[in-house]
């Protein structure tokens, strides 16, 4: 392992100032940018304090990351080639493009409050075309960086199995009012969820057995427990923390640090 590093985020740009050369490059949504908790990024630099730049921002979609036009995509790229020193690309993505209403809605079945299964609250053509768009950018990201760079890793995670309608004192509610529109049954929602993260991560998996040597999928779904979560898309700092733990382990398993 390398000299202890710091985590910089993209703006302001404070690693070229810093001195320090760069070591993992994180691409991703809220759970690297949760402000009010000791986030992913946060929590995995506790375990590997090696010197991290942030990318992404709250809110983003998958495709943003890969959107031409935006600073993602070209900031991505251009410090994959400015530092061949960077061993780790960590790229989280996928989350927000299944949590809202618009973004949930094509997924769910339509009027399913008589529904006793899984299957019947879900549209297998909504899925197909959300899981296939982010797979693909997911695939881009993947491509770009190990084009660029032989002998770093790539590694992906799926997130969890949040439940909806907990902890709504913030107000957001993001799983829970698309699925009040739908009509889901209290009693299948956590399931649904469960089912929409296991196929985002097969899916995920595929992209890690194309390349079995350059990326690591971690199946990070079923590390947490229900008092883990803070709100109905974001774990507490213990959640993070959990999640950080699996996440080392198997990069110390594969002997990558």
């Known amino acids: 392992m390398s000299n202890p590093g710091h985590i910089h985020a993209v703006l302001p740009d404070t690693l070229g100032a810093s ?10 949504d809220s ?19 090696l010197t991290t730049l942030m990318l992404g921002e709250i809110g983003r979609n998958v495709a ?20 061949p020193s960077i061993r780790l690309v960590f790229l989280s993505g996928g989350g927000n493009d299944f949590a809202g209403e618009e973004d ?28 296939e768009r982010c797979q693909q950018a997911m695939r881009t990201l993947v491509q770009q960086a190990t084009a660029s760079n032989p002998r770093l890793t790539v590694l992906l ?3 969890d199995y949040p439940w909806p309608g907990d902890h709504l004192r913030h107000g957001l509610g993001w799983l829970k009012k698309p699925m009040d529109t739908a009509g889901i049954p209290p009693n299948l929602r956590h399931e649904v969820i469960k089912r929409l993260i296991d196929t985002y991560g097969d899916r995920l998996q595929q992209l890690a057995d194309a390349d079995p040597q350059r990326v690591v999928f971690v199946r990070t779904a079923g590390t947490l427990e229900r008092g883990d979560w803070d709100d109905d898309m974001h774990p ?21 640090f």
């Not at 001195?19 to 991703?28: F, K, N, P, R, T």
């Not at 990351?65 to 080639?81: C, F, I, M, T």
Request: charged letters at 20%.
């Open 64 to 83: 943003d990351y890969v959107d031409e036009r935006g600073s993602d995509w070209n900031n991505y790229v251009a410090y994959l080639k400015t530092y």
């Open 236 to 256: 507490k700092t213990v959640g993070f923390e959990k999640l950080a733990r699996r996440l080392y382990a198997e990069l110390q398993r594969r002997q990558l």
């Open 19 to 28: 001195g320090e050369s760069l070591d993992i490059l994180a691409l991703g």
């Open 104 to 131: 949930l809605a094509p997924v769910l079945g339509n009027r399913c409050s008589a529904a006793t299964t899984v299957e019947e609250c879900l549209n297998p053509p909504g899925m197909d075309a959300l899981f």
């Open 157 to 159: 995670h799926n997130y």
């Open 31 to 49: 759970w690297f940018w949760h402000p009010l908790q000791r986030n992913l990024v946060d929590s995995l630099h506790g375990l590997l304090p």
